[in-house]
């Protein structure tokens, strides 16, 4: 996917340098697809797990994760009229996403795979995300001055 989303940006007819490096722009989008798809994916395993009363708050973060990510990932690949301050806000949304979802999965690590598993997609999107973040423009969303 990375390589198909680099491919993308280089390819937009009008593009927004939302920050210098594109590469962080490309990883983050890829951590994005990427937990979103491994919390489904956990959540679903937790509903296999013959206690699975004891994994609902792991489920719904598995969930609540999964589509914030998504929704993450889908809106910074899109480059037309690119809001920072917006995307700023999503990055925030998406971390705290992944720090409680990390955490919760990591309670259960020790006796579900699943979780261990979710739990390293999540510290690895949130990074990402923080990365991203720390590459944005500081700028005022009333004046519109962006500078990378």
């Known amino acids: 996917m990375q390589d198909h989303m680099r491919r993308m940006l280089r390819a937009h007819p009008a593009p927004v340098a939302l920050v210098r490096d594109e590469g962080g722009l490309v990883e983050c989008v890829e951590a994005c697809f990427d937990c ?8 679903d395993a937790c509903l296999a797990e013959e206690m699975v009363a004891e994994l609902r708050a792991c489920i719904r973060l598995n969930l ?3 589509d914030v990510c998504d929704a993450a990932g889908r809106i910074l690949a899109r480059q037309t009229a690119a809001d920072p301050p917006f995307v700023r806000d999503l990055l925030r949304a998406c971390l705290a996403a992944c720090q409680a979802c990390g955490a919760e999965c990591e309670r259960h690590a020790a006796h579900h795979e699943h979780c261990r598993v979710c739990a390293e997609a999540c510290l690895r999107c ?3 995300c923080q990365q991203l973040l720390d590459a944005l423009p500081v700028a005022s969303r009333a004046r519109g001055d962006y500078v990378p």
């Open 36 to 43: 979103a798809q491994t919390c489904s994916a956990c959540a």
């Open 126 to 128: 949130e990074a990402a």
């Open 64 to 66: 609540d994760c999964a």
